[in-house]
């Protein structure tokens, strides 16, 4: 297993598949691989079957239509249909996404990775990003793409990263007395706030430890790099 690999509390994250861009598959078996259950929301499932891939649940309000076509096209009968949990959450008041983190709360999990979360509909990728501050008290969230990871900085962060790694540090909202060390632009005790200020594109300063806290509010710590490329 990689040491990068997330995990928490030694138990392997679940996986949701989104709706939103596609990932490399590369990146995507890498997840599968590690994954003790993977849940595929609603009207994602018909391009998670035509990519061949292998998942445990099929959850959501099934409003997209992707239940009729499925039974009515190619992939009717087909034996990737067969073992799915077939969850039908028709809540209006919760997204899919939200019911995703539900159910995996539910099954005991304390930890989930989050593919396909981002791109597309911008409303879908916006309202994503919000959820995972939001469900970040409960849940180890963390979305992946090529580009990138995303998740919620607790109020106390410290990890190891080679100079010149992208990190973007992201308020929902308002992030209160935010300090920072090894950064090139360093922070002391200041706020960022939507749609004032960010930390956008800032960098490590030098290999070695980054450390972040903050007071009050919600920040989203964004790893980022240009090229495809992923380190799990």
Not at 14 to 43: F, R, T, Y
């Amino acid at each position: 297993m990689s040491s990068h690999h997330i995990v928490r509390d030694n138990q392997e994250p679940a996986l949701i598949i989104a709706n939103g861009e596609a990932c490399s598959l590369a990146l995507m078996h890498e997840l599968m691989e590690w994954s003790p259950k993977v849940v595929v929301l609603d009207g994602a499932l018909p391009r998670v079957l035509e990519l061949g891939l292998k998942v445990d649940v099929w959850l959501g309000d099934f409003d997209s239509g992707a239940e009729e076509e499925l039974l009515k096209g190619e992939f009717a009968n087909s034996p990737q249909l067969s073992h799915i949990q077939r969850v039908h959450t028709p809540d209006q008041e919760f997204t899919d996404l939200q019911k995703a983190f539900h159910f995996l709360l539910g099954d005991g999990f304390s930890a989930v990775n989050v593919v396909w979360a981002t791109g597309r509909r911008q409303d879908h990728h916006l309202n994503n990003i919000f959820t995972l501050a939001r469900y970040s008290d409960r849940l180890t969230i963390n979305f992946l793409d090529d580009y990138g990871r995303v998740f919620a900085s607790p109020k106390k962060f410290k990890k190891w990263y080679p100079k010149n790694t992208d990190i973007s540090l992201i308020p929902c909202g308002k992030a209160l007395g935010v300090t920072t060390q090894n950064l090139v632009w360093n922070l002391n005790n200041e706020t960022l706030e939507l749609p004032e200020r960010t930390s956008s594109s800032n960098r490590v300063l030098a290999d070695g430890f980054v450390e972040i806290e903050y007071i009050e509010g919600h920040l989203l710590i964004m790893e980022c790099w240009d090229k495809r490329e992923f380190n799990v």
